[in-house]
């Protein structure tokens, strides 16, 4: 007698039956609308972009059966009101740096970018095949979040200045647009550290609220136009090597969801993450150039500037240790950041400075 023979002729068996029946989830039915709310505003380079290819991403794989309205900042919460908004249940989903959340939680620093931490290759690296995924939902369950990596702008820039940057002393006052904790460590060198929305950010430095600006990189600052504004830029940052962004999506909303629709939002995530990171980096060197025609004086931080930034950050990071969590997070990327590096150093990196040096 086969199994399911033995299932229909057991009084045992249709009881299981019935109880595997029962304890199916109940899934919502027919098409259905996500908005998703974003920290970004309308059309800002790179990074809408990369909300806005989640959506088409979303609706286009399902068929339509999840329709995703993408909403700007400002268009129904403001640019940092979209976490809240959606672990409440006031929308669906967002789509933003992680980091702008360590109010909530410092180890959302992690899934952005921390201060002397992973670049992009090292960041996917740890997050999906060293646990990075798993303590990104562990941090998400607090809050009711459902989280993926959904976006990269590659390694960011210094900044723009309104004066160089010769000595950690020059920092004392500077009025200095920087968030996460590369924001916190600024502040320990004696800056007033500021967190502006990036659409917001030229007016800012054109009314001369702040003294200066990190923003993202050469291409996404020259749409910003930064450098209508000063001359002065830094190309290389220690805060945010290799900057991830985030698709969250309300828990409930999302197990909701057939196992089909929630696999769509977590590709439409990953895929967008890698289309994102490639989008900047072709632009950028294209765009470097075009700042350097019109003027503007790209620059290096001192070594005794680096210093200052790796003692700073070492103190901010020193300081979240007490929570359990954060501690659990840090740890984990540290040791898979050692580990990739560890190769990425020995193989691409001696490769590519030889084919520089090659190549002439």
């Known amino acids: 007698m086969d199994r399911r023979s033995f299932l229909k002729k057991s009084a045992l068996g249709g009881s299981a039956a019935a109880a595997t029946a029962l304890a199916a989830p109940a899934y919502a039915q027919g098409k259905r609308t996500l908005t998703m709310v974003t920290s970004w505003g309308r059309g800002l380079a790179g ?12 609706t286009a794989m399902s068929e339509g059966n999840l329709t995703v309205d993408i909403k700007a900042a400002g268009e129904l919460v403001g640019a940092f009101e979209v976490f809240d908004a959606v672990s409440s249940g006031q929308a669906d989903m967002y789509h933003a740096a992680d980091y702008y959340f360590v109010g909530q939680h410092p180890g959302y620093a992690f899934f952005t970018a921390v201060p002397f931490g992973m670049t992009a290759q090292e960041l996917v690296n740890w997050y999906y095949h060293a646990g990075g995924m798993e303590l990104h939902d562990e941090l998400g369950q607090i809050f009711g979040l459902k989280s993926f990596l959904a976006g990269n702008t590659g390694a960011q820039a210094g900044g723009w200045y309104s004066k160089e940057i010769n000595s950690p002393e020059d920092f004392n006052g ?3 647009r920087m968030p996460g904790l590369g924001g916190k460590a600024l502040g320990k060198l004696g800056a007033s550290v500021q967190n502006i929305p990036g659409s917001e950010v030229y007016q800012a430095l054109s009314s001369g609220a702040i003294d200066g600006t990190e923003w993202i990189g050469p291409w996404a600052d020259e ?5 209508e504004i000063t001359k002065t830029y830094y190309t290389a940052g220690f805060h945010e090597p290799g900057a991830g962004l985030s698709l969250a999506t309300n828990r409930e909303v999302f197990e909701s969801l057939t196992p089909g629709q929630q696999k769509i939002i977590e ?20 765009a470097l150039q075009r700042l350097q025609a019109g003027g503007v004086k790209v620059m290096e931080f001192p070594d005794s500037v ?3 930034f790796g003692k700073a950050s070492q103190e901010v990071l020193d ?11 840090h740890d984990s990327a540290m040791e898979s950041m050692a580990a990739s590096s560890a190769w990425l150093n020995l ?3 001696v490769y590519t400075a030889q084919r520089d040096r090659v190549r002439g």
């Open 47 to 58: 990074v809408f972009d990369s909300a806005q290819r989640c959506a088409d991403s979303i």
């Open 174 to 176: 500077l009025k200095f």
């Open 223 to 227: 749409k910003a136009g930064f450098q």
């Open 267 to 286: 590709i439409a995530a990953g895929e967008c993450h890698q289309w994102n990171l490639a989008q900047f980096l072709a632009n950028n060197g294209a």
């Open 306 to 308: 680096w210093d200052a």
């Open 319 to 329: 300081e979240n240790m007490g929570d359990e969590l954060f501690k659990k997070i």
């Open 347 to 349: 193989s691409s990196g």
